[in-house]
């Protein structure tokens, strides 16, 4: 990821290797990490039971929230690809409950239906 897309609030898709050490006290017993997707600081991991969303907080990023999205909480999401002028792709994932969708946004080097098909893959599955 470079660093004008992580400053644009752009999401980069990471190898699950480099995070299933830092991860090995958040997931359950037989979970594992499926994609996973870094802004500058803060993360979101597709398992194979939830979505996870990880924001660093402080200067020094040493306090931690997970936020973890049981799939079956998800009511439904949308994705809007980039445009020939665009610089990025969004996904937007509504949780019951909530009016508000979560949001996220993708370089457009991503292949923003590769995370929908893993998304709808979970919540339709």
């Known amino acids: ?14 190898s699950p290797s480099k995070i299933e050490e830092d ?3 958040v997931l359950a017993p037989g979970e ?20 996870i969303l990880v924001d ?13 999205l049981p799939y079956r909480s998800i009511t ?3 994705v809007e690809t980039a445009g020939h002028f665009d610089l990025d792709a969004e996904l937007k994932i509504w949780i019951s409950g909530s009016a508000v969708p979560v949001e996220k ?3 457009k080097h991503l292949n923003i239906y590769d995370v929908q098909s893993v998304l709808a893959g979970y919540v339709l599955g």
């Open 105 to 107: 946004r993708f370089n």
């Open 1 to 14: 990821m470079g660093l004008l897309d992580g400053l644009m609030g752009n999401a980069s898709e990471i």
């Open 76 to 78: 439904h999401f949308s």
């Open 23 to 25: 991860f090995a006290r």
């Open 32 to 51: 594992q990490i499926e994609k996973a997707y870094q802004l500058i600081r803060d993360l979101f991991v597709f398992t194979n039971k939830r979505l």
């Open 56 to 68: 660093r907080q402080g200067l020094t990023g040493n306090k931690v929230e997970y936020h973890s």
